[in-house]
């Protein structure tokens, strides 16, 4: 027996099995006691972030419905394809983007194009034409992607020799915001593609990223552009940033295609075990069943803008997916409408799908608002509205009246309302041209044509054919009646960034609402202001005849004022005054109101009416409406006239001073010209010196309402003094060989006082200013809800109700939260006599021989009326405008329940928009007329408007409703 070899083989293979065993258990237990104890919360919360997901689940809008409970906004089930980045998921995101792309093109859908950059061209869209909000909206995009560091490290780092942009000065801060919005969108999206590594879907080896990675974005383009399309990158491009975006507002999913059809989402539910990340949720999105039917006073969603990102972060909006309500009710009751959001902590697999929900939030919807509209009205007043603009600006445009030849061709613009008389609830308000506001409901379906239409309008094409079409012609220079013609600068102003910028309101804008926001003169229909302060300050009764010559003019008003064509009345009363729109009678009227109460007579009955406001009172809504107005609506009045000439004034003395014209001389300099205008010199007393002499001129016109009304100006030799002071100190400031020569500081004064004195202030205390009021005309610029808030409280009898639109708020079960009863801003005092004279003159304006008699002939209700054509500026044809038409109505006259106001920009006279006011009141007097007047044949009978059950893309068939689909089956069935 051998013992030692038997010791020998006691480790055999047994023993290395165990020992490899004990060897790897231990590395398992070392790691396992890594991995769940050193480590243990940082992988804890890894896979925490990695597999539990917060999924939004967005509330259903609250409804917005008209005063009978028709649903003018509401909120569908939809479906949405998302993805859901995971550390698996996104290891194929670019052959998972491919699949999706490929199922999209089949359905017919398309991945959201919710980035603003765009391509072919290279350019930004911002859904805005305001510079401001642009100019916010790009700085926040482009610092939102690291555009602000990059241009900080590779410029102003070495400039500034500062380590970070928190270190940077005001100054420098401007400076670098200046750098970023200079870097162009081809910079940006070349930028981006060397931001997000897009080499990556060329599935390079280790040793190719390296190389990528010393490669430009433009250089990597070209490497992709060799297997991908333009396109494809772009979506690429798109879907990374919209996945780095999400990722600022926690671990969510990402929106790829919003209100999916229900056919294509089963098809993605089929597929979904290929395709790595993705899913398919439901979700609510906004609809309006009539289109653009009120869209101006509905308004429109929109993403979260730029500048409001922390407002709306802090009240729990996901910025990067939710729509807020942009312009009218949806702006307006936001927070109502919006209902509360909930939330979905769910566990997810390595793909990125749902095994299980941890928490739910439920969501509540929106509360419903009711508005004061009617839909039937409200369709009648659009669609006479459209009707109107387009005969006159397509159809009927030349127009031979009082011995002239007019054209309405760019008629293309205007408004009307309708209001309740005693509660100043809007019945119908509408804005020509209009939009759909479904296109903003879902992103893609604002393609780029509709966006430029909207947003970013070819000026320049607009003013070329105008003038071709108009044959503009405009002075060769000012003053000569020698004329060329016009070019598009003379039409449209260019901006600071180079753009058009339509400074003379030519063109018409979709999203602008003419009824709340246009600011125009009145017109004639001013003359029913005019009457009320004259019977109200007893400068004259109902009674009172003037005799109206066909002109009227005294020392003090200078040129005649004459009646359109000419004509002369005779005899005339306030009743006929109105009727015939008596121009001479009316400017007595002012006259004698100037003579009895000074230059502010007439304003401050207009400032009872709500039309414009005492300008020393802070801005603020005459009206109460709900939704964006202006506010800026102005009646001549003397301290307004002050400011305002301070204001265009100093343009002209930079003219002046610079031709070295004297004001009496009409050829060739008579002084060496003097250069006050802003430089923006480097030398900083220089530039405060001109502003001296500016603030001199500006103190030279203060005259105060009581010198005015005396007829008092400011003192000559005052005036001459205190500028000369302040021109010398400029004059000795300039280098020597320049200040050589200058005339004397005194001779400089005295050219300006002469213009200040003579001309100037002259124009200011000129009770010519109260005539042009009293017609509507002059300084006058007001909204037309203004004026329809001021006829109805002349026509109630004094009381100025607050304008409504919205009658009560409910809840999602429909209970009413809030009522809202008519509220009173004013009881103006106008008395009963006053109020019966105004409406007899109204009224007879609908009788034979009254400015609106052709229309309203045979309309068997008694209504009144009031024509105005109102001038924009005296030569406005150089402009391509023409005179505004206005038209406002009342009815019945013996107990008024409605006022309708219409406006059409351009169309050359208010009696062609009368037909406007007719069309709402046989609608409004619908039942009365079938039942009191059978035989009574309406002019305007517009077929009820129908709802849509879903949007329809522009071109496409349009879907039939419940009951007409039923129809079709029934006669599909009943067809052999």
Known sequence: MNLGNKKKKKFNRYTGLLLIMVVVFSLLINQMFNLQVIHGDEYFARANVEFIKNIDNAAPRGEIMDAKGNILATSLQSYNLIYVDTTESRKEIYTTIDKVEALLEKSGEEINDTFSLKTDPFRFEFNSDDPDFIRSAELRWKKDRGINDYLFNTIMREKTGKSKIADLNESETNELDELILDFTPEETYYYLISFYNLYEPLEP????????????????HEELLKVFDWDTIRSYLLIRDSIRMESYSGSKAVTLVSNMSEASAFTFMQQLSFLPGIDVETNPIRFYPYGPMAAHVLGYLNPVPAKKKDYYLERGYDISKDYIGIQGIESAYENRLKGSKGVSTVEVDKNGRTVSELFELETYPGSTVQLTLDLDLQHTAEQALKDIIIRYSEEDTKHAIAGYFQDSSNATRGAVIAMDINTGNVLAMASYPSYDPNIFAVPGRLTTEIYKEIFTPDYKTFAEELIQEKNIRVPVEEGSNVTRPATVDDLFRTGDEGNLEDNNDLYAKPLFNYATQGLVPSGSTFKIVTGLAALEEGVITANTIIRDTGSFSNDKTGTPITNEGGGSYGNTDLAKAIAKSSNVYFSDVGYRLYQAKGLNALAEWAWKLGLGHDPEEPLHSTTGIEIRESIYGNVYNHYGKVELTKKLFMFDVVEFLRAGRSRTSDYGPTFTPLDIGIDNSEIETIEKAKENIKVKIRESLDISLEEANNYIRKDFDEVIESLTTVIQEYILLLPEEEAAGLETAKRYAEELANLIVFDKSTEIISPRNVLNSSLGQGDNQVTLLQVTNALAAIANGGTRYKTNLVSRILDAEGN??????????????????????????????????GGAYSVFKDFPIESGGKTGTATWKTNQEEFGRAAFGVYTAVAPIENPEIVVAAIVYDVTRGSFVAPISLAVMEEYFEDQLEAEFPDYQRQFDYDSPEPTTNYVEPGEETPLNEEESMEQESEEENTP
Do not use: W
């Open 205 to 220: 080896t280790p040793e190719e990223k390296k190389a990528y990675a010393l490669k430009d974005g433009r250089e990597i």
């Open 816 to 849: 009413v939260i809030q009522e809202n009863e008519p509220v009173i801003l004013e009881e103006t005092g106008i008395t009963k006599a006053t109020v019966d004279a105004l409406l007899e003159g109204l009224h007879d304006s609908t009788k034979p021989g």
